[in-house]
């Protein structure tokens, strides 16, 4: 068989278990679950970090945050880092990003400095500046009419379909495109325009931008006319095509918006369920119970169960919506005749507390919801439906897919290769390394939090840097996490032991790139 194409499909912020392969028992997803159905399905598949831009730039690099140095939503991945586009490009594959790319900024607003002015001189930061445009996912190069062009290659990708933002609100060649469709694209994306509805979900929004109009259909589009143009060619492809759904603000237009009824769905996992809250989670009820809670933002706030069911319900109609396009693009790849020679994955980027002990979006709470993501591999080679319940990572993405391409990874890759998972073993790694480091003080935190968790077959331990209190759950006795054991006892030697272990995977996990030249 010659060397296989890539069909990368990727989610913005979709918990592990939506989906209806996963067991979901209302949202519908048949045509992820298809890939599921002709693949191995990970189901113990974590992030490297549960935020959008430091583990996209982990799943680009096969690196740690703290290796490649987009350590938190904010910073940009350097061009002097190399990815796995990067070698599949150099190895003769064509590669285009069609959707949600974020390791960059795309906000256009400026951070919130960690140190004053004052406390730094004339030189402000450790490295020079480096004089590279790292504006390119900027709103400000979107602004015109005309087609923003990027200079080529952008991370290894030698084509760019550009979506930024979330929900209604994305920007981008997106936002251009829509505009050459409509004079009212402005008006559509004012949420003071919104179609009436009777929800009280906080960032619910009820778009009035058309489905046909709507970003996961632009996505779709372009992904198909992608194929469509490589459909003749012999050089293989990688599509990596990123929806920026379901990510909040809760936006589904047209019959996804009320497509599920919020009175279907079941929040399993109140509050109260948790025996000793920890202190984060504690200020968060503590702001919600005073009516003081900030839930217009992108920060992790408490909600009741009216507004819980209500975002459960919209995410599930952002989720079929995407679900729709998949579809429609795994029917063009048939069409095309590449199937047969096609690898599809199916991923996501963090989940969403979306519920669990009354939290919604994500934050430091290092809960599997926003940690544990699904990860679903269908390769030509053997469509046989599989279950792997390999301990596995967005770093080892990388590794695996540029072993699959039959190319050789560069020094400094961390990640491991799933080809043998993906065949069957479940054998991989007995722990893993979550990396969480904040932007700036919140939920309770007096600092901004730096936060590592390992997580073991039977257990989750977290540490908060400089705090005297973190956390450990039995995961087998107690799967919920209700119940920190942090303080019990009975386990001070598996906090101890599992504490060494997570030593261990940090000293392992340093960057070892760039590799001796020469003896000293």
Not at 151 to 167: A, E, F, I, N, S
Not at 298 to 325: K, P, V
Not at 375 to 400: K, Y
Not at 491 to 502: D, G, I, N
Request: glycine share 6%; hydrophobic share 35%; with cysteine.
């Amino acid at each position: 068989m010659s060397r296989p194409n890539f069909l990368f499909f990727i989610t913005d912020q979709q918990r592990a278990d939506y989906l209806g392969c996963a067991g979901h028992p209302i949202v519908r997803t048949p045509n992820i679950d298809s890939i599921a159905a002709a693949g191995t399905r990970f189901d113990r598949f974590y992030v490297a970090s549960p935020v959008c831009m430091p583990n996209r730039a982990s799943l680009l690099t096969g690196r740690f945050p703290t290796a490649h140095g987009l350590r938190h939503n904010g910073c940009d991945l350097s061009y002097r880092a190399n990815t796995f586009t990067d070698v599949l490009r150099a190895g003769g594959y064509k590669t285009a990003l069609i959707g949600k790319s974020h390791v960059q900024p795309m906000t256009g607003i400026d951070s919130q400095k960690r140190y004053k002015p004052d406390d730094v001189g004339a030189i402000k930061e450790a490295w020079k500046d480096d004089p590279s445009d790292y504006d390119n996912e900027d709103p400000s190069r979107y602004a015109s009419n005309e087609k923003y062009e990027f200079k080529l290659p952008y991370y290894g990708y030698d084509h760019v379909d550009m979506v930024t933002g979330h929900g209604d609100q994305c920007n981008g060649h997106y936002y251009q495109w829509l505009k050459s469709k409509t004079n009212q694209a402005d008006i559509w994306r004012d949420h003071k325009n919104q179609l009436a509805h009777d929800y009280v979900c906080p960032q619910a929004v009820r778009t009035p931008i058309p489905e046909e109009l709507y970003p996961t259909s632009f996505i779709r589009d372009r992904a198909i006319d992608y194929i469509d143009s490589v459909k003749n060619d012999d050089q293989p492809f990688f599509a990596f095509v990123s929806f920026p759904d379901p990510h909040h603000p809760f936006t589904p237009p047209g019959k996804y918006w009320d497509m599920y009824d919020p009175k279907d769905f079941h929040p399993r996992l109140p509050y109260e369920a948790h025996k000793n809250p920890t202190p984060p989670m504690r200020w968060l009820h503590d702001h919600w119970i005073k009516g003081t809670r900030q839930a217009q933002t992108q920060e992790a706030f408490m909600a009741d169960e009216r507004e819980t069911r209500e975002a459960m319900a919209l995410s599930c109609g952002m989720i079929t919506m995407i679900d729709d396009a998949i579809g429609a693009v795994i029917d063009a790849l048939k069409a095309s005749g590449k199937y047969e020679n096609t690898v599809i994955v199916f991923n996501s980027d963090h989940g969403d507390y979306l519920g669990d002990f009354n939290l919604m979006l994500k934050g430091a709470i290092m809960l599997d919801s926003i940690n544990r993501v699904s990860f679903i591999w269908s390769d030509p080679e053997d469509r046989t439906p599989r279950l792997s319940h390999a301990l596995s990572s967005t770093v080892d993405l990388a590794p695996t897919i540029i072993e699959r391409a039959g190319l050789k990874p560069y020094w400094g890759i961390q990640g491991k290769s799933l080809a043998a998972n993906v065949a069957g073993s479940h054998d991989l790694r007995d722990g893993l390394v979550v990396e969480y480091e904040d932007t700036q003080p919140r939920m309770g935190f007096e600092t901004s939090a730096v936060v590592r968790t390992l997580i073991t077959a039977g257990h989750r331990l977290t540490l908060y840097k400089g705090l005297s209190w973190g956390e450990l759950y039995d995961r087998r006795a107690d799967p919920d996490e209700t119940h920190n054991l942090w303080d019990d006892a009975s386990h001070a030697a598996v906090r101890a032991r599992l504490t060494e272990q997570l030593v261990q995977e940090l000293i392992e996990n340093v960057d070892k790139s760039p590799h001796a030249r020469r003896r000293a």
